[in-house]
């Protein structure tokens, strides 16, 4: 809820989902667009590392929206795993206004992929 919050502030239109399954369901949906999703990587029933390769197997890399992972673990290994994986970003819980305001600006003025 506190990264709904901050996206809110942001002026993002948000869609919250409680679980990898339901990420994969909401993005399957005709007409939803998606440009960025924040990842939990502790999501229930479904990482956010598994819904990573799902997705990258679904989607062509220019057809996918962003992936962001969410974290709280400071490893490096998590970090790399989430990289390896496809994923555009990783983030650092918890999460400044600021800190996420420039994610987003780099991320979506980055050039096409």
């Known amino acids: 809820m506190v990264t709904r919050g901050l996206l809110m502030r942001l002026g993002c239109e948000v869609t919250v989902v409680s679980s990898g399954r339901e990420c994969l369901q909401a993005i399957s949906?005709?007409?939803?667009?998606?440009?960025v999703l924040l990842l939990d990587v502790c999501m229930p029933e479904m990482d956010g590392y598994e819904v990573a390769i799902r997705i990258q197997e679904k989607f062509a890399?220019?057809?996918?929206?962003?992936?962001?992972?969410?974290?709280?673990?400071?490893?490096?290994?998590?970090?790399?795993?989430?990289l390896s994986l496809g994923m555009d970003r990783v983030i650092l819980k918890p999460i400044s206004l600021e800190k996420m305001r420039v994610v987003l600006t780099e991320l979506l003025d980055a050039p096409p992929r």
């Not at 890399?61 to 969410?70: F, G, K, T, W, Y």
Request: glycine share 4%; proline share 7%; hydrophobic share 30%.
């Open 29 to 35: 949906q005709p007409g939803q667009l998606f440009q």
């Open 61 to 82: 890399r220019h057809e996918r929206p962003l992936l962001v992972a969410l974290t709280a673990n400071t490893d490096r290994a998590t970090r790399e795993r989430c």
